[in-house]
């Protein structure tokens, strides 16, 4: 009896070292808000049981992305959150807008150059601020801190930005807790490929700290999904490596801003073969001890929206099945909401 307090003590003393890092959960009905496959804009759908889905108002825009997105006017690769105390609703995008490359001036078609932070009271009525990194330190809370590029106007992609609540992270001031924005960068001048960066934004989501390097395994690296894994006290993060084996991976760490492991190599989603896959997205259901794990295989045409099963540990990925009900599913995240939130949502397929 002895032996079975100490274990359930150590693995409550472990959990208790992780929970400063963590992005509420409530209600058991669920959102899909993703970036539509039919354009530039985020688009929502609902659940009442993750299985089948029904498009708010058609899949078409929850908000004016040519508004709030404000240096290409597309917001792409959404991911939404509530805020640590549940009052508001938290979305970071990517701010890019492909199908305008001419009329931009861009050099490349899948280049961009900022993201979005955008924060709502209802889940309906959003506001933005936009992030330009190509106006370099000046657009961050730490303009005179050591920066890691030189030149920020040689700035090529900013891409897929990612929120976690950390509790922990200390202001200048002393003021404790921030969120944490992981998300890639490619300065095509001064380095050769995607690499995955961190800074914190402050609780009025309007105010971002400079990146910092999150990890580099020498390889390109885009679309990280991170999760807390309680069943081994470890945070799980879910990635697309850029070239090399075809598939989604797992890397984890004990902290937020690393060391992060090498991606383990003989327990990856791969059920698609050498066809492409991205934009991962991990989320659990209530009343299972199991993942839920959704990617985009963008190789077909149609494209397939998958969402496979991963066992309590993230691993053992198995029975991958295309979503339901969705219209254009593409790169997204998903979120638990009331059944108050649902009847909102839905009202808006009245109007």
Not at 179 to 193: C, D, Q
Not at 242 to 259: H, I, R
Not at 300 to 327: L, Q, W
């Amino acid at each position: 009896m002895l032996g079975l307090f100490v274990v359930l003590a150590l693995q409550s003393s472990l959990y208790a070292l992780h929970s400063h890092a963590v992005n509420p959960q409530k209600g058991k009905y669920f959102l899909y808000c993703h970036m539509s496959d039919k354009g530039q804009w985020t688009a929502f759908a609902v659940s009442k049981d993750a299985e089948h889905w029904q498009d708010i108002i058609g899949g078409d825009s929850i908000f004016s992305s040519h508004e709030l997105a404000g240096i290409e006017g597309g917001t792409r690769d959404a991911y939404i959150c509530r805020s640590h105390d549940c009052k508001r609703y938290l979305m970071v995008t990517t701010d890019m807008n492909n199908s305008k490359t001419k009329a931009l001036g861009k050099k490349e078609t899948w280049d961009n150059y900022g993201i979005n932070l955008l924060t709502s009271d209802d889940l309906i009525h959003w506001k933005s601020t936009t992030f330009d990194y190509r106006k370099g330190t000046a657009i961050f809370s730490n303009p005179n801190d050591k920066s890691v590029y030189n030149d920020w106007s040689t700035i090529n992609r900013v891409w897929a930005p990612q929120i976690f609540w950390d509790d922990t992270y200390t202001w200048p001031d002393g003021h404790k807790g921030g969120y944490f924005i992981y998300y890639s960068m490619w300065n095509r001048g001064e380095e050769k490929y995607d690499r995955m960066y961190y800074s914190y934004a402050d609780e009025s989501f309007t105010k971002l700290t400079q990146p910092q390097p999150l990890f580099d395994w020498g390889y390109a690296t885009i679309d990280a999904d991170i999760n807390y894994v309680e069943a081994d006290g470890m945070f799980h993060m879910m990635i697309k490596k850029e070239g090399g084996q075809p598939g989604l991976f797992t890397a984890t760490s004990e902290y937020l801003t690393g060391p992060w492991s090498e991606p383990v190599a003989d327990d990856y989603v791969n059920f698609e073969g050498k066809k492409k896959c991205e934009g991962v997205s991990a989320f659990q259901v209530p009343g299972e001890d199991g993942w839920r794990i959704a990617y985009i295989e963008y190789s077909s045409r149609p494209r397939n929206y998958r969402i496979c099963r991963a066992d309590k540990f993230m691993r053992n990925f198995n029975s991958p099945e295309n979503i339901k009900g969705v219209t254009a599913p593409q790169h997204g995240s998903f979120m638990r909401i009331t059944k108050k939130e649902y009847k909102r949502l839905l009202k808006l397929n009245k109007r």
